[in-house]
């Protein structure tokens, strides 16, 4: 190789790795852009679901509520993925018997009234509540309860 080819080539591996830098830096400041103030996770967590009321039907019992619009400090909720519906029979601790997506992250108009029916309502006295969960993990307090009982329904 001649020393001018050397030479060339030099200049031409320094211009190619100062625009290979150069556009690396730039993509980098552009897309650590804040959009908004950070917020603490405690304030984006949702509220809880509203006017849960459950019905039974025999071995089954409709869950009726709805959805959150507000995340705990008053910004507008964006990001609803599901619920979890919790049930209670008697003195037992809660358990989680569904996970019922909310399918909102990609409405125009979001869905405000969600059910669930469930299949397998042990008998006697059963409590439910809902508890609300956004894409990033964070989960609302459980909504008021709903209350069931073999004879009828109460809220």
């Known amino acids: ?3 001018d080819g050397f030479v060339l080539g030099a200049r031409f591996r320094a211009l ?4 290979m830098l150069g556009g690396s830096l730039l993509s980098t400041a552009a897309g650590c852009g804040i959009r908004t103030p950070p917020r603490p996770p405690e304030d984006t967590m949702p509220h809880a679901a509203t006017d849960l009321g ?3 039907d025999g071995t089954t019992v409709r869950l009726d509520w709805e959805r959150p619009d507000k ?4 910004q507008r909720l964006a ?3 599901g619920f979890l519906i919790e049930r209670r029979a008697g003195t037992d ?3 989680i018997i569904a996970d019922v ?3 909102t992250l990609h409405r125009l108009r ?3 009234h969600y059910s669930y029916v469930d299949e397998a309502a042990p008998p006697g006295a059963v409590e439910y509540r809902v508890v609300c969960y956004a894409s990033d993990g964070q989960r609302s307090p459980p909504s008021a309860s709903a209350f069931t009982e073999t004879g009828g329904a109460t809220e």
């Not at 190619?16 to 625009?19: F, H, K």
């Not at 995340?71 to 008053?74: E, K, L, P, Q, V």
């Open 54 to 56: 459950a019905k039974r």
């Open 79 to 81: 990001d609803l993925t």
């Open 1 to 3: 190789m001649t020393r």
């Open 16 to 19: 190619a790795l100062g625009l």
């Open 71 to 74: 995340s705990m400090d008053g």
């Open 110 to 112: 979001k869905v405000k």
């Open 101 to 103: 997506p909310a399918d």
């Open 93 to 95: 601790a809660f358990t």
